[in-house]
């Protein structure tokens, strides 16, 4: 009995040891293919936050309307599958701000021999600048060397770490941030806005001309961490006192991004422009991703939402297309119908139910292919200058008003597309978009931005495409540039600007106008139209209604892409449920020598720096990517 009892204590320890062996195998396997999504980044998060924690899923939803492969992963998991034998060279890493301020040293220092090994690694303002007890390094930051800055020395400054800045950089380098002109302004329009006088603007820091503009009255600032004015390092953005808001550095073998910026905290209040324009920079001007393109085709749109607010707009709308400007593409054109303007009975408003010339002109612009929307609340300075997060109930009823009398002159048709009066939309406002099916909206939210899915702090409106405007400081519209005396010819050359980066960078961008305003403005506003139709003759642009963007673009979001290495070469591969026509992928040159299309339905095409691939239909993709010798 003894010996038959002790041979079965001996397989049950046995069967424990193999058991705790084999889940340490399972948890060794598991942690280093979670380290090794092959041309993906990866987003390092703290252990304890789940991955569909509010902060992580906005980098994952930048990814996907960036078009850049992403996946959150645990610090520790990321460590465990480095040292479980992860290539380096293959690693490419965030290190994002806000939420993940504190970590241990040793993952900041497994993070540091990486890169040194040849990964690559972006790191956010704050993200790592505690460690895991929350404590500040003594001098500065611990990923100081690696980044090639010195910044968060909390001896030196204590509570002064930080300044409210301006920034400033190169024109070409804003564009490559996906910042269009008008968002950052030169020095002369820059000048309007800050205390700097416009010579001193061109001279002062000539690397760095170009000045980060909100939609304001004022120069626009961030919070920037004070930091060295470093010796060979790449600068892509300063501020204007000569702090570094964002530099890339050689580090041994690989490469370390530094973005003095909050991008989550700055994404969550409505300007979700950097972050997505930083996490695009790094997966494709200094990791070398492919890229799933934003816009039809890969072909740069423009969206021109015309905003109807009086029932004078309707004479405006007839001189306008006597000039023809509504003989081009797709325009998305919004009404406010309501009988008065500014409070009930003024009679000053368009009176939609009963004016029969606005009834023929939006049966003419629905001939002419343009989609017809809803402009807000009946009463449109009354609504913009009233409505509030605290009175839905007595302005909610307006709306309804405004859509069915839209709804009517639109033969029956329910509006899908949406504008806010005065830019003016109270939170109850998206309740009722998703209400009344409302696919894209315009907004005053993140200007310059391409179409997004807006962030409210950690709520997420994802029922409908928001479409920001853009601005040239704080001048918008043809009637905001007469309030600033603008002439004709600056309003013009930036209209113009517009056009050339709407094509070069592929993306789809909003501009806005009121009739009033660009009769006004008309030669600029033509001009603008022109040399975007000239785009569309060459087959490099396009017009399109914000209800067309919306549907791609939810399309879009269906699509599942991956990139895995075979051999020599990588194989790319995506799927659809219905159809990947008109999906388009960019791949870069610098990478790749040449592309293949093993199966499915595509088009590749060679381009100065990359190769464009446009899917033709089908509902899966492959293709063989032949990396550069």
Same mark, same amino acid.
């Given at each position: 009995?003894?010996?038959?009892?002790?041979?079965?204590?001996?397989?049950?320890?046995?069967?424990?040891?193999?058991?705790?062996?084999?889940?340490?195998?399972?948890?060794?396997?598991?942690?280093?293919?979670?380290?090794?999504?092959?041309?993906?980044?990866?987003? *390092?998060? /703290?252990?304890?936050?789940?991955?569909?924690?509010?902060?992580?899923?906005?980098?994952?939803?930048?990814?996907?309307?960036?078009?850049?492969?992403?996946?959150?992963?645990?610090?520790?998991?990321?460590?465990?599958?480095?040292?479980?034998?992860?290539?380096?060279?293959?690693?490419?890493?965030?290190?994002? $701000?806000? =939420?993940?301020?504190?970590?241990? %040293?040793?993952?900041?220092?497994?993070?540091?021999?990486?890169?040194?090994?040849?990964? #690559?690694?972006?790191?956010? #303002?704050?993200?790592?600048?505690?460690?895991?007890?929350?404590?500040?390094?003594?001098?500065?930051?611990?990923?100081?060397?690696?980044?090639?800055?010195?910044?968060?020395?909390?001896?030196?400054?204590?509570?002064?770490?930080?300044?409210?800045?301006?920034?400033?950089?190169?024109?070409?380098?804003?564009?490559?941030?996906?910042?269009?002109?008008?968002?950052?302004?030169?020095?002369?329009?820059?000048?309007?806005?800050?205390?700097?006088?416009?010579?001193?603007?061109?001279?002062?820091?000539?690397?760095? /001309?170009?000045?980060?503009?909100?939609?304001?009255? %004022?120069?626009?600032?961030?919070?920037?961490?004070?930091?060295?004015?470093?010796?060979?390092?790449?600068?892509?953005?300063?501020?204007?006192?000569?702090?570094?808001?964002?530099?890339?550095?050689?580090?041994?073998?690989?490469?370390?991004?530094?973005?003095?910026?909050? *991008?989550?905290?700055?994404?969550?209040?409505?300007?979700?422009?950097?972050?997505?324009?930083?996490?695009?920079?790094?997966?494709?001007?200094?990791?070398? #991703?492919?890229?799933?393109?934003?816009? /039809?085709?890969?072909?740069?749109?423009?969206?021109?939402?015309?905003?109807?607010?009086?029932? @004078?707009?309707?004479?405006?709308?007839?001189?306008?297309?006597?000039?023809?400007?509504?003989?081009?593409?797709?325009?998305?054109?919004?009404?406010?119908?309501?009988?008065?303007?500014?409070?009930?009975? %003024?009679?000053?408003?368009? $009176?939609?139910?009963?004016?029969?010339?606005?009834?023929?002109?939006? *049966?003419?612009?629905?001939?002419?292919?343009?989609?017809?929307?809803?402009?807000?609340?009946?009463?449109?300075? &009354?609504?913009? !200058?009233?409505?509030?997060?605290?009175?839905?109930?007595?302005?909610?009823?307006?709306?309804?008003?405004?859509?069915?009398?839209?709804?009517?002159?639109?033969?029956? !048709?329910?509006?899908?597309?949406?504008?806010?009066?005065?830019?003016?939309? /109270?939170?109850?406002?998206?309740?009722?978009?998703?209400?009344?099916?409302?696919?894209?909206?315009?907004?005053?939210?993140?200007?310059?931005?391409?179409?997004?899915?807006?962030?409210?702090?950690?709520?997420?409106?994802? @029922?409908?495409?928001?479409?920001?405007?853009?601005? &040239?400081?704080?001048? +918008?519209? +043809?009637?905001?540039?007469? =309030?600033?005396?603008?002439?004709?010819?600056?309003?013009?050359?930036?209209?113009?600007?517009?056009?050339?980066?709407?094509?070069?960078?592929?993306?789809?961008? *909003?501009?806005?106008?009121?009739?009033?305003?660009?009769?006004?403005?008309?030669?600029?506003?033509?001009?603008?139209? $022109?040399?975007?139709?000239?785009?569309?003759?060459?087959? !490099?642009?396009?017009?399109?209604?914000?209800?067309?963007?919306?549907?791609?673009?939810?399309?879009?979001?269906?699509?599942?892409?991956?990139?895995?290495?075979?051999?020599?070469?990588?194989?790319?591969?995506?799927?659809?449920?219905?159809?990947?026509?008109?999906?388009?992928?960019?791949?870069? @040159?610098?990478?790749?020598?040449?592309?293949?299309?093993?199966?499915?339905?595509? !088009?590749?095409?060679?381009?100065?720096?990359?190769?464009?691939?446009?899917?033709?239909?089908?509902?899966?993709?492959?293709?063989?990517?032949?990396?550069?010798?």
């Amino acid at each position: 009995m003894n010996m038959q009892l002790r041979w079965k204590k001996w397989l049950v320890g046995a069967a424990a040891v193999l058991c705790v062996l084999a889940a340490m195998a399972w948890h060794q396997s598991r942690s280093l293919q979670a380290s090794q999504h092959y041309a993906t980044l990866s987003l *390092l998060i /703290p252990d304890a936050m789940p991955a569909n924690a509010p902060q992580v899923q906005i980098w994952r939803e930048a990814a996907r309307e960036r078009g850049v492969l992403l996946s959150p992963l645990p610090i520790s998991e990321w460590m465990r599958g480095i040292h479980y034998g992860a290539p380096a060279a293959q690693q490419a890493v965030i290190v994002p $701000d806000t =939420f993940h301020r504190n970590i241990s %040293d040793a993952a900041l220092q497994t993070l540091i021999d990486v890169v040194h090994a040849g990964g #690559q690694a972006m790191v956010v #303002q704050d993200g790592g600048l505690l460690d895991e007890r929350g404590y500040y390094n003594r001098g500065s930051s611990r990923l100081s060397a690696m980044l090639g800055v010195r910044y968060g020395d909390y001896d030196t400054y204590q509570d002064q770490l930080s300044d409210y800045e301006e920034i400033r950089g190169a024109p070409a380098t804003m564009e490559l941030l996906g910042i269009p002109p008008g968002r950052y302004l030169d020095a002369k329009a820059a000048a309007k806005l800050t205390a700097i006088d416009a010579a001193d603007l061109a001279v002062q820091e000539p690397a760095f /001309p170009s000045f980060i503009a909100g939609y304001t009255k %004022d120069s626009q600032r961030f919070t920037v961490l004070k930091t060295d004015r470093p010796n060979g390092l790449q600068v892509l953005l300063q501020s204007s006192n000569g702090d570094v808001v964002a530099s890339v550095h050689r580090w041994g073998q690989g490469q370390a991004m530094f973005v003095n910026l909050p *991008l989550t905290y700055l994404l969550q209040r409505t300007d979700g422009i950097f972050l997505h324009g930083f996490l695009a920079y790094f997966a494709q001007q200094v990791v070398v #991703q492919p890229a799933l393109l934003a816009s /039809p085709n890969g072909i740069g749109a423009l969206v021109l939402n015309w905003h109807n607010d009086d029932g @004078k707009a309707i004479g405006f709308l007839r001189e306008l297309q006597q000039a023809g400007i509504f003989d081009h593409g797709h325009q998305s054109m919004h009404f406010t119908a309501g009988p008065d303007v500014n409070v009930q009975g %003024d009679g000053l408003g368009m $009176d939609l139910d009963y004016n029969n010339e606005a009834q023929q002109m939006i *049966l003419k612009l629905r001939s002419q292919g343009h989609s017809i929307g809803n402009h807000g609340g009946w009463i449109h300075n &009354y609504f913009g !200058q009233l409505a509030s997060d605290s009175n839905g109930d007595e302005f909610m009823p307006f709306l309804d008003l405004n859509n069915a009398s839209v709804t009517q002159a639109n033969q029956g !048709q329910v509006p899908r597309e949406y504008s806010a009066p005065n830019g003016n939309q /109270p939170l109850w406002t998206y309740d009722w978009m998703a209400e009344h099916g409302v696919q894209a909206y315009y907004t005053v939210a993140n200007v310059g931005m391409p179409p997004t899915r807006l962030w409210l702090g950690t709520r997420h409106i994802d @029922k409908a495409w928001a479409f920001p405007v853009l601005t &040239y400081g704080q001048v +918008a519209s +043809a009637e905001e540039a007469s =309030f600033q005396n603008m002439p004709t010819e600056e309003f013009g050359q930036w209209l113009q600007q517009l056009a050339r980066f709407i094509e070069q960078t592929r993306s789809i961008r *909003l501009s806005y106008f009121h009739p009033i305003g660009a009769v006004g403005y008309l030669p600029a506003v033509k001009a603008y139209i $022109d040399s975007v139709q000239a785009c569309v003759d060459r087959r !490099q642009c396009q017009f399109i209604s914000m209800g067309e963007a919306a549907d791609f673009l939810s399309r879009r979001a269906q699509v599942q892409w991956s990139v895995q290495a075979q051999g020599g070469e990588e194989l790319l591969s995506a799927s659809h449920p219905q159809s990947l026509a008109s999906m388009a992928w960019t791949l870069p @040159k610098k990478k790749y020598a040449a592309v293949r299309v093993r199966d499915g339905q595509a !088009q590749v095409q060679s381009t100065e720096d990359a190769w464009l691939v446009r899917a033709q239909g089908g509902t899966q993709l492959r293709l063989e990517l032949r990396r550069q010798p």
